[in-house]
């Protein structure tokens, strides 16, 4: 529900729907970059004009929405910003809203060691660990469902050492991706998916053998 995610946060960031309005988190696993963003790219060629990732999504979500003819679905991607700059909404705060992941922060510290540095928090998926991605959200502002309830969200990292590891490796080293692993995972990206991640933005066309600047 809309609600449960407005409760944890400041005014700001807030949605602008009624609490009781049906929200679904959309993850995306390993296998989407098989599974979709390759045949999408194959498919979209001539039509790749921004991050081929984004636009996968996008696709796909709307394909979603034209399920639905007779409803109200309002799509928000995660990488949409307000003219203020500040993301439309917070992902990992919406994913553990919904249960899916458990947004590991600071203050699941007990003893902090960090003193005065800036620590991110992180999300970590009970099945997937690290190895996922939260892409959007999809709202049905006409549905109300005032009798559902919360499911909290796995609590795999349980440990306070493990957490303590989890947030110096996410924060200090999260480029070798070993915050990933903090669990035992039941699937990891492809050496071709890491490839394709690990290389800067502007570079990935290149990967899929797309020119940037695709009519």
């Not at 060629?45 to 394909?63: F, M, N, W």
């Not at 991110?120 to 998926?125: A, M, R």
Request: with cysteine.
């Amino acid at each position: 529900k809309v609600g449960w995610y407005n409760a944890v946060l400041q005014p700001t960031f807030r949605l602008p729907y009624p609490d009781d309005t049906l929200a679904f988190v959309v993850l995306s696993t390993p296998s989407m970059f098989d599974k979709a963003l390759k045949p999408f790219v194959n498919k979209e060629r001539l039509k790749i004009i921004r991050d081929p990732v984004d636009q996968c999504v996008s696709h796909h979500l709307s394909s979603v929405k034209e399920k639905f003819p007779d409803q109200k679905v309002d799509i928000i991607f995660d990488y949409e910003i307000l003219p203020s700059r500040k993301p439309k909404f917070l992902a990992q705060t919406a994913a553990h809203v919904a249960g899916a992941a458990y947004y590991y922060q600071r203050k699941d510290v007990k003893l902090d060691p960090w003193g005065k540095k800036k620590i991110y928090g992180v999300c970590i998926h009970p099945k997937y660990g690290g190895w996922f991605a939260i892409r959007g959200l999809l709202l049905f502002p006409n549905i109300q469902v005032p009798f559902l309830e919360q499911s909290a969200p796995v609590d795999c990292v349980s440990t306070q050492e493990k957490r303590i590891e989890l947030l110096e490796q996410f924060n200090f080293h999260w480029q070798d991706g070993r915050y990933r692993d903090i669990i035992e995972v039941k699937e990891r990206y492809s050496e071709e998916q890491k490839a394709y991640f690990a290389t800067p933005p502007a570079e990935r066309f290149r990967l899929l053998g797309l020119s940037r600047f695709t009519e």
